[in-house]
């Protein structure tokens, strides 16, 4: 079973900028997704950006994309990685708290929650205007 630790959520002023990280222990073959979600207060959990392990594609729900990266290292480890999301322009409305999620998948990463098993305790990320 895949552990995931996040970590670097703070409080941050609109246009600003943070990094979230994941680390991940466990058997991580390259045929896994890891990456993030994100639910604020009365809304629904949301996928935010996945990255394949074996190929590096990445995967980014619309609101974020051109504001948000995400990265991996130690790619080529199966017993750990380590998976950053690199949040810039933030606006209040990213305010949420962000769960790092992981699952084997064939070849491509679902934003959609039900497809992952493995989910860390969250990180809270704060935006003010």
């Known amino acids: 079973r895949v552990q995931l630790v996040e970590s670097g959520g703070d409080s941050v002023q609109a246009g600003g900028s943070l990094r979230i990280s994941c680390a991940a222990s466990?058997?991580?073959?390259?045929?896994?997704?890891t990456g993030w979600f994100r639910q604020a207060p009365g809304k629904e959990r949301e996928g935010v950006a996945m990255?394949?392990?074996?190929?590096?594609?990445?995967?980014?729900?619309?609101s974020v994309k051109g504001r948000f990266t995400i990265s991996q290292d130690n790619a080529k480890d199966i017993t750990k990685s380590t998976v950053s999301l690199q949040m810039n322009s933030l606006k209040p409305e990213d305010t949420a708290m962000y769960y790092c999620?992981?699952?084997?998948?064939?070849?491509?990463?679902?934003?959609?929650?039900?497809?992952?098993?493995?989910w860390g305790q969250g990180t809270q990320v704060s935006v003010s205007s």
């Open positions: 999620a992981a699952g084997a998948s064939h070849d491509s990463c679902s934003l959609t929650s039900g497809t992952y098993r493995s």
């Open positions: 466990g058997y991580i073959s390259n045929s896994y997704c």
């Open positions: 990255i394949y392990k074996g190929s590096g594609n990445t995967y980014y729900a619309d």
